[in-house]
């Protein structure tokens, strides 16, 4: 049987031993975690700085949303969508009256939430602007990232997330992200939606734009084509509003939310649109056997609770402007850019000098563990909770690694 590793590195050879290796994680081996802390086997604390991508929001093991899931057990797990439960509607209103939608389909990660917006999309393509079932297409933004499943992958424009996996799913048209223009030039009759992100998180903290929902709004509405936002990753507070799309619009046609909304202890996900659009999705026409189950959907309920209680998009706003100044002031040749909105933070460092990569193992040491993305840039999402006190530590920790990497 197993025995348990004496050392780090025991740990993560045997990972890599068993495990398939997609990913290429920092050196350390987590077992315990609260708020914004983590600690590893060898008792070291590090604060997260990374939240999960965003899906630890809340803090982990975050109080309210562990007792929310504990009582839930108390009473009925998972019966499946065969039968109706009483905390389904619950969450579905809930999560329809605050992001203003009109209905909601629960998911469990946030790639099956996209690939529910796809179909729907196509669906409605199909059903209701009367394109001929095939021929429907769907505009997205050149360095997006919606996930791994084998359509998803299909319209990244990375191709190391391609290589090997064809044949691909054909009917995506990419575009420049944020350019209006080229989202005018690339409909046609028979595009039924454009699917972006309001801000590139996997792809290097990117921005659009001024005003790009704005436009992409109007021109998708003159043209009876979908507007439909991926907020997985900037949904629920994260960019100092509940959702990123209302710095710009009242809302979009549909919408893909996930990661925080599973509080940090559960997958849960969900694609949300207006009613005609979800009223292409008849019985028979989709599924999924968690999705919406009685501990995702109470663990939904408590995440939204504790987002709209504690006021966290007004926090993340506040203490992102206050962390953007922070970083903003430091002097190093070392850093090219620093951008992004709320506690959504990237750190684009000049190659010439290192790897994001290199600057998060540096970091890690000091005990702040963030992580790169696309080769430069560091990017930054800790949980909603932190404390202003707590970012002041990392802003100074960043300035010391970076300080001390240009005069090694
Ligand atoms: C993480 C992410 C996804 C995919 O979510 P999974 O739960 O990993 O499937 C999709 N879209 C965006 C914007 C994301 O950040």
Redesign the pocket.
């Known amino acids: 049987m197993t025995e348990t590793p004496k050392s780090t590195s025991e740990y993560i050879d045997r990972e890599r031993k068993y495990l398939a290796q997609i990913y290429k994680p920092l050196s350390i081996v987590l077992n315990r975690g609260e708020g914004v802390w983590l600690w590893d086997t060898e008792g070291k604390k590090y604060l997260d700085f990374l939240s999960a991508?965003?899906?630890v929001s809340f803090g982990h093991l975050n109080q309210r949303i562990k007792k929310a899931l504990m009582d839930q057990m108390e009473l009925l797990d998972i019966p499946a969508r065969a039968f109706h439960t009483d905390r389904l509607g619950e969450f579905g209103q809930l999560l329809c009256e605050f992001t203003g939608m009109d209905r909601m389909q629960p998911m469990n990660?946030?790639?099956?939430?996209?690939e529910t917006g796809v179909k729907a999309a196509r669906r409605w393509g199909h059903d209701v602007k009367k394109i001929a079932d095939g021929n429907q297409r769907i505009i997205v933004s050149a360095g997006?990232?919606?996930?791994?499943t084998t359509t998803?992958i299909s319209f990244s424009s990375d191709k190391d997330y391609q290589r090997g996996f064809g044949p691909l799913t054909p009917g995506f048209d990419i575009i420049p992200f944020g350019d209006l223009n080229a989202l005018e030039a690339a409909i046609t009759p028979d595009t039924c939606a454009f699917i972006t992100?309001p801000i590139?998180?996997?792809g290097g903290i990117l921005m659009p734009p001024l005003n790009f929902l704005k436009g992409a709004q109007e021109i998708c509405k003159r043209n009876n084509v979908l507007f439909i936002l991926?907020?997985?990753?900037?949904g629920m507070g994260r960019t100092g509003k509940n959702f990123c799309y209302q710095y710009e619009i009242d809302k979009p046609d549909g919408l893909?939310l996930?990661?925080a909304l599973g509080g940090g202890i559960y997958?849960v996900?969900a694609f949300l649109a207006r009613e005609d659009v979800m009223a292409v999705l008849d019985p028979g026409s989709h599924g999924s056997t968690f999705g919406g189950n009685p501990l995702a959907a109470a663990i939904g309920i408590e995440a939204l609770k504790i987002l709209i209680e504690d006021n966290l998009a007004d926090r993340s706003a506040e203490l992102g402007d206050h962390m953007m100044r922070r970083l903003s002031a430091i002097q190093s040749p070392m850093v090219k850019d620093v951008r992004g909105k709320g506690l959504l933070i990237g750190l684009e460092i000049d190659p010439a000098y290192a790897s994001a990569r290199q600057v998060c193992d540096r970091l890690l040491e000091k005990g702040l563990l963030s992580k790169d993305t696309h080769g430069t840039v560091v990017r930054f999402a800790p949980p909603l909770i932190i404390e202003k006190g707590e970012l002041d530590w990392a802003a100074d920790t960043v300035a010391q690694v970076l300080s001390e990497m240009i005069n090694k």
């Open positions: 991508y965003s899906a990660s946030g790639a099956e939430a996209v997006n990232f919606h996930g791994r998803i992100e590139q998180g996997e991926d907020e997985i990753q900037t893909m996930g990661k997958p996900s």
